[in-house]
Nanobody, 123 residues
Framework: QVQLVESGGGLVQAGGSLRLSCAASGLTFNNYAMAWFRQAPGKEREFVARINWSGGSTYSADSVKGRFTISRDNAKNSVYLQMNSLKPEDTAVYYC????????????????WGQGTQVTVSS
């Protein structure tokens, strides 16, 4: 079965950095666009960044543009989210997601989800 396993979350001070990883198994990874979403307590799930199958096209939400970078390594069946200049408002559970075909910013178009990893940014 398909599994997406996130790692790399934790507690960091404002201005710090974290790198999230998502390891995929059970699917032909390079057939899938990948994305990161996040959900803070009491809020709806929010799009963060997406990347196409080859890694040649990426798109990020305005709230993270210039601070977060999404990338992938198809040889390792993995997608990453480098997060710099973290702010307290970035605190959330971060989820990776896989979508067959083209990428999208809409969470309800994704086929598979990881269990999430907590990111907490202290002020």
């Amino acid at each position: 079965q398909v599994q997406l396993v996130e790692s790399g979350g934790g507690l960091v001070q404002a201005g710090g950095s974290l790198r999230l990883s998502c390891a995929a198994s059970g699917l032909t990874f390079n057939n899938y666009a990948m994305a990161w979403f996040r959900q803070a307590p009491g809020k709806e799930r929010e799009f963060v960044a997406r990347i196409n199958w080859s890694g040649g096209s990426t798109y990020s939400a305005d709230s993270v543009k210039g601070r977060f970078t999404i990338s992938r390594d198809n040889a390792k069946n993995s997608v990453y989210l480098q997060m710099n200049s973290l702010k307290p408002e970035d605190t959330a559970v971060y989820y990776c997601a896989a979508r067959f075909g083209v990428s999208s910013s809409k969470y309800d178009t994704y086929n598979y989800w990881g269990q999430g990893t907590q990111v907490t940014v202290s002020s």
